[in-house]
């Protein structure tokens, strides 16, 4: 294994919730990979407040939305049902690069990355990034909301979200 990369959702966690999982598994740098980096239900998570929240409890702070988001604003990023298409966006060398730089930081610092959704298996966290990191040889352990920490096996996606890991991994 290159790297463990721990995977987060800020749910509508509040933020003394939120950095207690953080800290409890000892994260040093939160990438954020959303595309949009806004929240309805959880004020801290907000671009801006979030870098500001977390430099409080001494964790560091990464956008790769925009190379590593699963909303792409490239029209040609979507299938016929206006879903994202995850193998197109793998194939793409900048979202390559980005993956390459995000393993280069997760050796280096103990690193989770960031989405809204609390349940991985229905999050591009696992199935956008998860297989693109997994060929690079990390091990992805998923943050619960309870605090749980679960494998990618633990949290394989249901049938309603298996379509979208199009073949890059085992069911």
């Given amino acids: 294994m290159s790297a463990a990369i721990y ?34 239900y959880a004020a801290f998570a907000n671009y801006g407040a979030l870098g500001e929240c977390l430099e409080g409890v001494g964790v560091d702070y990464e956008f790769m939305g925009d190379t590593l988001g699963g909303k792409p604003a490239n029209s040609s990023m979507y299938d016929s049902a206006g879903k994202p298409d995850y193998r197109k966006m793998r194939a793409l060398d900048e979202f390559q690069d980005a993956i390459d730089r995000l393993v280069g930081m997760a050796s280096r610092r103990r690193t989770a990355i960031l989405c809204s959704e609390e349940d991985p298996s229905h999050c591009h966290r696992l199935l956008l990034l998860g297989p693109a990191l997994e060929k690079e040889g990390c091990e992805l352990l998923h943050v619960r909301g309870d605090g749980r920490v679960q494998t990618t096996e633990q949290v394989r996606p249901g049938r309603k979200y298996r379509n979208q890991l199009q073949g890059a991994m085992p069911i």
């Fill in 7 to 40: 995977t987060i959702g800020h749910s509508n966690h509040e933020w003394g919730d939120f950095a207690a999982l953080l800290r409890s598994n000892a994260i040093e740098l939160l990438v954020d990979t959303r595309t949009r980096p806004v929240s309805r």
